[in-house]
């Protein structure tokens, strides 16, 4: 099945696709410019910076903002790997959980599945908003402060429990299942010799798509994490508190290098950290760019 | 069986069902007593309020013009996010270049999986007073420099552009796998038959996308009084002066419970969120449902 038409048996015009290539070309480049601009400002000097602004063009490159973060030491180093704690666990544990109940979900034979349904359907209808869920995450299950705040709470979805269970109701035909009961598999053995690796492709969409959630997670911090346990921040909460004011960049600085009379270069550090973050996306992309197209034309059409 | 899904009916519980209980919240005086455990505190130490902390929300001085901008921006983004997005699609599915295709659709996803803090910086370079992109061009064209995150007459404009910009590609690529699981013979038979492309797009592909675009509409309609917190929290950079135009009913949970300790008018505040969506969502399903009995027509319903 070609996904768009080909030239060659097509009925549009040629003047129709030149118009329209044009058109996107700008498009994408317009859509690119703010990811470029940081990325051009973090490998400026900071000169250039004083000279010019957050340019395009800058006067000099410099990468003295990168040595400046990679000599930065602890700080930085253990909230990348917060970041990458975060995101390994949060992806882990989510399949972990859902993935087990999305195949219960498929399975024709088994008599809670309708009420199941219903079960993972209220939260998406009705939530008992901020405050109970603050309350009873600090108060009842005590995550304040944890690693745990910044995992649990983004670890099931909805949508992606129903985009598994229509991918396993098309993947995973009953007889397959009967087949392999007769084999005498239990349900454990059934999952991990016949089911997952025909449903390797919903698995990859679901576990990109939360790597991507965990890894630009920041709200969860705001919450749960105060700001004397430093340690538990991951990198795009840094990047956060950095915002609030160039003074604190500065005092961070300092605190991180105990260099009081050198001036950091404030500004493309800051810039510098965010290409740090958006690396690790921008370089995985291409490559999960089939399985995030795959959840959301699952998403789409079966909604 | 049971024992494959119940874990996860564990998180459901702890994470989506104890919390729901927190309505309560909205009808009481929260009092909390230290060291009692917090459902002791919630049911037999707060005394019941009934609606009085909805009728003080709702005379607050601020809630008209937050409850104007949630509503505001959503109505927008509700229309934009769906006209832009189908237009882009139907005009890249023209695109013969397959690769080229592939690009555009690359690039212009990627905005989606940035976080809003990385969003807030990228716009941080074009507006940041002194050194930011904006304001260089405007110094060197000889015109005066504008002091961005004070000035918020032009936040709506702003806000608007980021939020698309955002997420207008991650809605076109929905809409392109749609369009491109239409029959191609249906438009082959269209072009013989003489239909111009407007035609085409008119009675082939916005027919066809009918399934798409209404369950994205009625979800959307579902959250009409929720906005997205990082845009209107951190992409202004919680700066004070914006507050008449950014301040969502979100931004007011979050700053009622974080910054104000004030947690009966947060909670009243998502419990109006929350009941106001959910009937809304019951509603246009309902209605959508009846207008497609009343046609008669055999699509397949956008099923939740």
Redesign the interface.
């Known amino acids: 099945m070609g996904d768009f038409v080909r030239p060659a048996d097509s009925s549009y015009s040629k003047r129709t696709n030149r118009i329209v290539t044009a058109v996107f070309s700008v498009l994408s480049v317009l859509f690119f410019l703010p990811v470029l601009l940081v990325i051009i400002v973090s490998v400026s000097s900071q000169d250039s910076v004083t000279a010019v602004g957050y340019s395009y063009f800058p006067r000099e490159f410099s990468l003295e903002a990168y040595r400046y973060l990679f000599n930065s030491g602890m700080y930085l180093a253990r909230s990348f790997v917060n970041s990458v704690i975060i995101t390994i666990a949060g992806t882990a544990l989510g399949l972990i959980l859902m993935y087990p109940m999305a195949y219960a979900l498929s399975r024709r034979e088994y008599r809670m599945r309708g009420f199941l349904i219903v079960f993972i359907m209220i939260p998406m209808l009705f939530s008992g908003g901020l405050v109970a869920s603050y309350m009873v995450n600090t108060q009842l299950l005590h995550l304040k402060n944890t690693y745990f705040a910044l995992i649990f709470p983004g670890l099931c979805s909805t949508w992606y429990i129903l985009i598994m269970r229509n991918y396993f109701m098309d993947a995973l035909p009953d007889s397959l299942i009967e087949a392999a009961k007769l084999d005498g598999g239990n349900n454990f053995q059934i999952i991990t010799k016949v089911v997952i690796p025909l449903t390797k492709p919903v698995i990859m969409t679901v576990a990109v798509f939360q790597m991507f959630s965990y890894w630009n997670s920041w709200y969860p911090s705001l919450l749960y994490i105060d700001s004397n346990h430093t340690e538990l921040y991951p990198l795009q909460y840094v990047l956060v508190n950095m915002e609030r004011s160039i003074e604190t960049v500065t005092r961070d600085a300092q605190y991180l290098t105990g260099m009081q009379s050198y001036t950091p270069p404030a500004v493309t550090i800051r810039m510098a950290m965010v290409v740090l973050v958006i690396l690790p996306i921008m370089i995985l992309f291409p490559f999960f760019q089939r399985f995030l197209k795959t959840g959301m034309s699952v998403g789409a059409v079966k909604g | 069986?049971?024992?494959?899904?119940l874990?996860?009916?564990l998180?459901?519980i702890?994470?989506?069902?104890?919390?729901?209980?927190?309505?309560v919240?909205?009808f009481k005086q929260f009092k909390a007593r230290p060291g009692e455990?917090?459902f002791t505190n919630?049911f037999v130490n707060s005394p019941w309020a009934g609606f009085d902390n909805f009728s003080f929300l709702m005379r607050s001085s601020e809630m008209p013009k937050i409850m104007f901008n949630t509503i505001f921006y959503n109505v927008i983004f509700l229309i934009a996010g769906i006209a832009v997005p189908v237009v882009?699609a139907v005009?890249?599915?023209?695109?013969?270049?397959?690769r080229?295709?592939?690009?555009?659709?690359?690039?212009?996803?990627?905005?989606y999986?940035?976080?809003?803090?990385?969003?807030?910086?990228?716009?941080?370079?074009?507006l940041?007073t002194?050194?930011?992109?904006i304001?260089?061009i405007l110094s060197l064209l000889g015109l005066k420099t504008v002091q961005w995150y004070q000035s918020p007459q032009y936040w709506r404009g702003i806000l608007i552009g980021t939020g698309l910009?955002k997420s207008v590609?991650?809605s076109m690529?929905?809409?392109l796998?749609?369009i491109?699981?239409i029959d191609?013979s249906l438009?082959?038979g269209a072009?013989?038959d003489g239909a111009t492309?407007l035609d085409r797009v008119r009675y082939i592909t916005v027919p066809m996308l009918r399934?798409?675009i209404t369950?994205?509409f009625i979800l959307n309609i579902?959250s009409i009084l929720t906005s997205d917190?990082?845009l209107f929290y951190?992409v202004p950079?919680d700066s004070n002066s914006l507050q008449p135009v950014t301040q969502t009913l979100d931004v007011y949970?979050?700053k009622a419970?974080?910054q104000q300790a004030n947690?009966n008018y947060?909670?009243a505040?998502?419990?109006l969120?929350?009941?106001v969506g959910?009937m809304l969502?019951?509603i246009s399903q309902a209605v959508i449902n009846h207008l497609k009995n009343k046609e008669g027509s055999e699509y397949i319903a956008?099923?939740?």
């Open positions: 069986m049971t024992l494959l899904a874990p996860g009916m998180w459901f702890l994470f989506c069902y104890i919390p729901m209980f927190g309505v919240f909205a455990s917090l919630l882009l005009f890249l599915t023209e695109v013969h270049g397959k080229f295709s592939g690009v555009v659709q690359m690039v212009m996803l990627l905005p999986f940035l976080s809003w803090v990385i969003v807030g910086y990228c716009l941080y370079g074009f940041a002194d050194e930011g992109q304001n260089h910009w590609g991650y690529v929905i809409y796998c749609s491109t699981a191609r438009y082959e072009a013989l492309f399934t798409t369950t994205i579902g917190f990082g951190q950079m949970v979050y419970l974080m947690f947060s909670a505040a998502s419990f969120q929350s009941t959910c969502l019951l956008g099923e939740q």
